[in-house]
T-cell receptor, first 111, second 115 residues
Framework: GENVEQHPSTLSVQEGDSAVIKCTYS??????FPWYKQELGKGPQLIID?????GEKKDQRIAVTLNKTAKHFSLHITETQPEDSAVYFC??????????FGAGTRLTVKP | NAGVTQTPKFQVLKTGQSMTLQCAQD?????MSWYRQDPGMGLRLIHY???????DQGEVPNGYNVSRSTTEDFPLRLLSAAPSQTSVYFC??????????????FGPGTRLTVL
């Protein structure tokens, strides 16, 4: 099947610094790219998404960029806070509801 | 709205036992799915359903059965539990594509241990 590669698997930053998580997908039919945040003991929750007709989307401190030619998309978190500590998953999604999750990135924000 | 609910939260089984993980949603979503989450592997799709009476296999369906008799409920059955099925299981329901996105709402998860 088509895979999504996500890097890094763990990321530790100082409070206030930026964090970047990158994903690469292989399915050319993918056209929707959500990011999920999973806090300890909970299910994943959607935090931001982007469609293939858009190159960048921003929502306060988080932003997502998409390079459809290179099949790359990234999550950017600025001015990180301790409550940003969680596991983040990227997902590639096509119109047939074929969804592939990345393996996840454990982000730790040190106060 | 309660969203997506799952029961039980925790379960310990012996090899060979069977059980059903319950999942219900009150958002009238047609699309529901079951995932398992294992360390370092993200979420993998077990089975999914595009509406009542319709189910299909995902990436890792072996050892699991599902049914969808109503829009609200999507139970996952383990027929004969094996230690390899030790995992955290998440049920999700998805907003319709016409809503503009395909946001998945996840339940709180069921942590299953098979001895």
């Amino acid at each position: 099947g088509e895979n999504v590669e996500q890097h890094p698997s763990t990321l530790s930053v100082q409070e206030g610094d930026s964090a970047v998580i990158k994903c690469t997908y292989s399915d050319s039919a993918s056209n929707y790219f959500p990011w999920y945040k999973q806090e300890l003991g909970k299910g994943p929750q959607l935090i931001i998404d982007i469609r293939s007709n858009v190159g960048e989307k921003k929502d306060q401190r988080i932003a997502v960029t998409l390079n459809k030619t290179a099949k790359h998309f990234s999550l950017h978190i600025t001015e990180t806070q301790p409550e940003d500590s969680a596991v983040y998953f990227c997902v590639s999604h096509d119109d047939n509801n074929d969804m592939r999750f990345g393996a996840g990135t454990r982000l730790t924000v040190k106060p | 709205n309660a969203g997506v609910t799952q029961t039980p939260k925790f379960q310990v089984l012996k090899t060979g036992q069977s059980m059903t993980l319950q999942c219900a949603q009150d958002m009238n979503h047609e699309y529901m799915s079951w995932y398992r989450q294992d360390p370092g592997m993200g979420l993998r799709l077990i089975h999914y359903s595009v509406g009542a009476g319709i189910t299909d296999q995902g990436e890792v369906p072996n050892g699991y059965n599902v049914s969808r008799s109503t829009t609200e409920d999507f139970p996952l059955r383990l027929l004969s539990a094996a230690p390899s099925q030790t995992s955290v299981y998440f049920c999700a329901s998805t907003t319709p594509r016409l809503a503009g996105n395909n946001e998945q709402f996840f339940g709180p998860g069921t942590r299953l241990t098979v001895l």
